[in-house]
């Protein structure tokens, strides 16, 4: 991104415009919104697939957040996807034959901590499904306002995984520990009503480190290349605890 403005001698705001209007982006929409276009509006934009958020809608959305933190004129920045999901978590077509090795060394969606650490206030619009890594990028959000069709969840225990972007550890500050884990350990959603509950802001860092961890071990598991397997071939998964 850096390259292809800097080659292009554009500053920030023709930086912006040159990506929007150029259809830089394959999963996202991105544009300047408000009188004084002080709005930095993300739309997650993958609606076949319900907003998975693959290696590049991830990659795509560190690049707008990029262009809006160094633009002067944006305040705040709005993520948001359609009434249908706001995003049903990390792409499991993408991940399904991941190694634990693999994981490991390339230390498998480390970077998705980027929304957590920008310098502006970052809100989250949530309707439909936020599952998972949905869930868990609304969570790095400043500030979530939730729709009427918003649904709440940590479905991974059905995929033969755990959350592995700060799902435990920000849900339980978020909805308290006993609902976070019976999420957790259930896969269960909770609407927007349910998830009205006290705000929550940490560093995280040593819980989400050893969640990463654990997150990279269920992929040396059967049990996660059944679930996995099974939700790409529509069936129910068959777990054999191995
Ligand atoms: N990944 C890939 N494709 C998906 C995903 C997904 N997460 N969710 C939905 N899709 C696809 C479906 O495969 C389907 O595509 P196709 O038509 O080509 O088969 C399309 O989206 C529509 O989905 P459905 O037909 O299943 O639609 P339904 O309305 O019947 O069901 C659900 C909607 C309930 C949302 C269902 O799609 C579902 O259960 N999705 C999976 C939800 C899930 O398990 N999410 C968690 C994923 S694991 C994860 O996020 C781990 C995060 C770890 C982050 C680690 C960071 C360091």
Known sequence: LDNFCKTKFL?????WFSLHAGGQYEYILVEKRGEKSDVGFIQLNRPKALNALCEGLMRELRQALDVFEADGEVGAIVITGSDRAFAAGADIKEM???TFQECYRTDFLAHWNRVSQSKKPVIAAVNG???GGGCELAMMCDIIYAGEKAQFGQPEILLGTIPGAGGTQRLTRAVGKSLA???VLTGDRINAQD???SAFEMTLAEGNHFEKRLFHATFATGDQKEGMTAFVEKRKASFQDS
């Open 96 to 98: 399904q034959n991941k």
């Open 181 to 183: 884990m019976e999420m």
């Open 11 to 15: 500053t920030d705001h023709q930086c």
């Open 129 to 131: 499904f936020a599952l």
């Open 195 to 197: 998830a009205k509950q």
